[in-house]
Each structure stands twice: as structure tokens, then as C-alpha cells.
């Protein structure tokens, strides 16, 4: 059964960077499309972005397009998410999962959650 880790958060000042990691173990991640999401304080979980199992094919939600990327590396069982110019409204729990990824909107995850990485962005 795929088991999915989440590290990488940390507290970063406005307009750094980060890049957060999704290690798999149980099962081989290259089976599956794995998508992030975000759960701010008072506010429903959002999805971030998604990637297919081979890479080829990407989606970002609007508020984080043109800053955030996504990426896989199916040999080490690892998702990444590289975020950069982060603003305060980043802040929140992020989570990733595999997903069957329509939209960003409708992100669909299979499967039980992690316990996520914060990302808190303050001056």
C-alpha cells in the first residue's frame, strides 16, 4: 500500500524559497499521478498542483502559477514541490497524495493523508 511522507516546510521570510518532498514507500510511485495540497488556518484543503505518474504533464492552481513547480524522480520515490517568491497567504499544511487530477479544482485524492509539512512565510 503506497504510504506518502511529506518534508521539507520551514519558516521563510517573504519572497524566499522552499522546496518541499513527498517520499513514497509501500508501493512503486511511478504508478500514480501524486498531487499537493494546502490547508491554511479557517480554510478548506486546496490543491496546489499535480503531476502524471511519468512527469509529462502538469497543473497549478492560479494563486501559485508562475512560482511554484513541480516535479517527480520515480527512481528515488520522490515528488518535489519547489516554491519560490512565497507570500504570506502561502502559509498553511501541505500535503500531497495520489490523486486522480482533472482540475486543480477537482483533485480528487485516493487514499489516507499524511500528517503534511507546515509552510509558515512572515517577516
Known amino acids: 500500500q503506497l504510504q506518502l511522507v511529506e518534508s521539507g516546510g520551514g519558516l521563510v521570510q517573504p519572497g524566499g524559497s522552499l522546496r518541499l518532498s513527498c517520499a513514497a514507500s509501500?508501493?512503486?510511485?511511478?504508478?500514480?499521478?501524486i498531487g499537493w495540497f494546502r490547508q491554511a488556518p479557517g480554510k478548506e484543503r486546496e490543491g496546489v498542483s499535480c503531476?502524471?505518474?511519468?512527469?509529462?504533464?502538469?497543473m497549478y492552481a492560479d494563486s501559485v502559477k508562475g512560482r511554484v513547480t513541480i516535479s517527480r524522480d520515480n527512481a528515488k520515490n520522490t515528488v518535489y514541490l519547489q516554491m519560490n517568491s512565497l507570500k504570506p497567504e502561502d502559509t498553511a499544511i501541505y500535503y500531497c497524495a495520489a490523486v486522480s487530477c482533472f482540475t486543480i479544482a477537482r483533485m480528487i485524492p485516493l487514499g489516507s493523508w499524511g500528517q503534511g509539512t507546515q509552510v509558515t512565510v512572515s517577516a
Open positions: 503531476i502524471s505518474s511519468s512527469g509529462g504533464s502538469t
Open positions: 509501500g508501493s512503486a510511485l511511478d504508478y500514480y499521478t
